[in-house]
């Protein structure tokens, strides 16, 4: 049992039925919510205590124009800011500069000088809320002015919280955002990994994502194979560097993307936990926090269709549910017009009103882990886990991901996958309702 406050007194179904905390197989069950190796979540209560950060993603056109949108956001219950930049910002240029043309403000908000950061978070308390920003070539600029601005604001930045994404390993093998080669990358990033420990402690330095890798075609084991090699890859630069893999490790998070193969996600998120926990262990983590997989999710963009878009309400629902179940820390859930445009308002407010009723009306969240003890749900578990090994096991014969990556290997198995996906949807063994069938 845990010593954290629950959010209620009592947990019961409509019919007043108690629910109990766990739920485990009388005769056997050695693995223990909040304990090594995790596989049930990383809290002993999970969501009886405290639900998961609804961050709804969303940053457009100028920075004013986005500060509107966080504000409807907050003022419609969203928990935690996620802040998406145009791709102009993401690789270094200015919005004049002339490569910038056509891009500024496009997938993203344009933030070329403190004075636009002061604008993107006009009205709101950096100390009293977290904030994830999907940044990596120019993390450390980003964080440099978030850390000015919470200190202009009078904040303790040794209290403020949030997450940089400063994943470059996954924008080489899916994403394509990078500006320096992969060595001299991987040197910015632990040198963040160094300063945040010691001046903004609170602060996630790395979410390592797997969301890119699938929107770029993996499948759920590639998604989590290679998300896993690139954290065993920035772990084994961090302690070659010197830091303290006990520090340095409780501030890595994870970022994973839900699709609509709803069993075969949960049993992903329940492996990686599991996986995490023994890579950090093998390379020297002996503080449970240090060897806690902690994840963000977000709702698979690519499997939202511009045919029926209303159709995706019900695949965003699904796949939000798919994270809960498997124990997200954090959640963004897709507007359903995202196929076709930016999310509008209404569309916004559909989104985050589906993390609210799956966390409100469901009951999904009185007990820890509840498809745990699933035949189906252990065996694929353990099944996702056994295929992840096996691509890691490539990976390090290779020389880890950097060299996986120079190679071409991880991205020539992403690029596979997705082939065979395409071919799989137009000759309709894949059925997209909606837009083959």
Not at 82 to 103: M, R
Not at 140 to 162: C, F, N, P, R, V
Request: proline share 2%.
């Amino acid at each position: 049992m845990s010593d954290e406050k629950e959010r209620k007194e009592n947990f019961a179904t409509d019919s007043g039925i108690e629910i109990r905390q766990v739920y485990s197989d009388s005769k056997s069950n050695s693995e223990v919510p909040g304990q090594y190796p995790f596989t049930r979540g990383v809290q002993s209560s999970m969501y009886r205590s405290k639900l998961w950060t609804m961050r709804q993603y969303a940053g457009f056109s100028t920075a004013e124009e986005s500060n509107r949108r966080y504000k409807y956001l907050l003022k419609n219950g969203t928990t935690g800011l996620s802040v998406a930049f145009d791709l102009p910002t993401q690789i270094g240029y200015d919005s004049d500069h002339s490569l910038a043309e056509g891009e500024v403000g496009k997938s993203g908000v344009a933030i070329d000088s403190l004075q636009d950061m002061e604008l993107l978070f006009d009205g709101i308390k950096l100390e009293e809320i977290t904030t994830s920003m999907t940044i990596n070539s120019t993390a450390s600029i980003l964080l440099g002015m978030y850390i000015a601005l919470a200190q202009k604001q009078g904040a303790d930045i040794k209290k403020i919280s949030g997450t940089i994404q400063n994943d470059i390993l996954k924008e080489y093998a899916a994403r394509g955002t990078y500006i320096y080669p992969p060595k001299q990358s991987m040197r910015i990033i632990t040198d963040i990994f160094e300063y945040c420990s010691k001046e903004v402690p609170k602060w996630n330095t790395i979410s390592i994502s797997g969301y890119h890798i699938r929107e770029a075609g993996s499948t759920a084991v590639q998604e989590l194979a290679f998300t896993l090699a690139n954290g065993k890859a920035y772990l084994k630069a961090a302690i070659d560097k010197g830091l303290d893999i006990n520090v340095f490790a409780k501030r890595l998070s994870f970022f994973f993307n839900a699709h609509n193969n709803f069993f075969e996600e949960v049993a992903k998120f329940r492996a990686a936990r599991r996986m995490w926990a023994q890579i950090t262990k093998d390379l020297g983590a002996t503080d449970p926090k240090a060897q806690m997989l902690r994840f963000h999710t977000q709702t698979g963009g690519s499997t939202l269709t511009a045919q029926q878009p209303q159709n995706n309400i019900v695949r965003v629902t699904t796949q939000a549910l798919s994270a809960v179940l498997g124990g997200t820390q954090s959640l963004h859930t897709n507007g359903f017009d995202e196929a076709l445009s930016l999310p509008t308002e209404a569309a916004a407010k559909v989104a985050l009103r589906t993390q609210q009723i799956i966390a409100f009306e469901s009951g999904v969240t009185d007990t820890v882990d509840p498809l745990a003890g699933s035949f189906f749900v252990e065996a694929l578990t353990d099944e996702i886990e056994a295929a992840a090994w096996k691509y890691i096991d490539i990976i390090d014969s290779k020389g880890g991901s950097v060299a996986a990556i120079e190679e071409g290997y991880i991205q020539n198995e992403i690029a596979a996958s997705a082939y065979q996906y395409q071919i799989e949807i137009e000759n309709g063994e894949s059925i997209l309702v909606g837009v083959n069938k």
